[in-house]
């Protein structure tokens, strides 16, 4: 769809400690997304399962974190106001939504080692504050 707004960014990034205190290991997401892949991943937009806001592409786990790119889908009234938003600069945050699978507590930190991936949410204020969004190709994913 060439109406499409075309995002990309870091949904979760490792050993990083978020506003709840939990901490997502590497390889956290790997049986989850072999199962799923992108296509069973929903753009929403926070957190709101009753109008998902576009598609995802590509969903892959990296040195670095879960590096998601995808397309918010002006279609609909939400992804319209979603893709003002986003290209406004007043939208830029990324947002997990999982079923925690398997952790483990180290002091006061939940540590995620495997996840059940739900949703990537673009929302106004991320629990992991580095999980940012940008509009596709304005920089390479390493210099996110």
Known sequence: ?????????????????????????????????????????KMLHQHD???????????????????????????TPRGRLVAALVEAGALDGLSIGFRQVKARQ??????LKRVELWEVSVVTFPMLPGARLRLSGSRSRSEA
């Open 106 to 111: 180290d002091g006061s930190l939940r540590v």
């Open 1 to 41: 769809m060439s109406d499409a707004l075309k995002i990309e960014g870091y949904a979760s990034l490792f050993w990083t400690r978020d506003l709840n205190d939990d901490v997502t290991a590497a390889g956290a997401f790997a049986e989850s997304l072999a199962a799923s892949g992108a296509a069973g991943v």
């Open 49 to 75: 399962d009753a109008e998902p806001v576009g598609v995802w592409d590509e969903i892959v786990e990296d040195a670095k974190g879960l590096f998601v790119r995808g397309r918010i889908l002006r279609a």
